[in-house]
Nanobody
């Protein structure tokens, strides 16, 4: 069974840091794309940062210079280092990946991890 499992969320004060992790597990051949989205209460789910095909990255304007996406291909893992956190960053963060499987390239979402920035 293919799944994405996130970890690393929590409560942090403004200006603090968190590191999110997302591991893809199951019968996968490789990862096509992998990244992070977030959804605040009452709002739509928006892109935070993602790897596109190859090593290109794409960041939301609101997180540029504060967040960094990275990955460990050997571990099928993507990370999101979040520095300089603001209350506006409070949301549920979701991992998303397009994974190459025996059924073709399929899109998967993780279960989400809560990030709360508050004093």
């Amino acid at each position: 069974q293919v799944q994405l499992v996130e970890s690393g969320g929590g409560l942090v004060q403004p200006g603090g840091s968190l590191r999110l992790s997302c591991v893809a597990s199951g019968s996968i051949f490789s990862i096509a794309t992998m990244g992070w989205y977030r959804q605040a209460p009452g709002k739509q789910r928006d892109l935070v940062a993602t790897f596109t095909n190859g090593n290109s990255t794409n960041y939301a304007d609101s997180v540029k210079g504060r967040f960094t996406i990275s990955r460990d291909n050997a571990k099928n893992t993507v990370y999101l280092q979040m520095n300089g956190l603001k209350p506006a960053d409070t949301a549920v963060y979701y991992c998303n990946a397009a994974l190459r499987t025996s059924y073709g390239t399929l899109n998967y979402w993780g279960q989400g991890t809560q990030v709360t920035v508050s004093s």
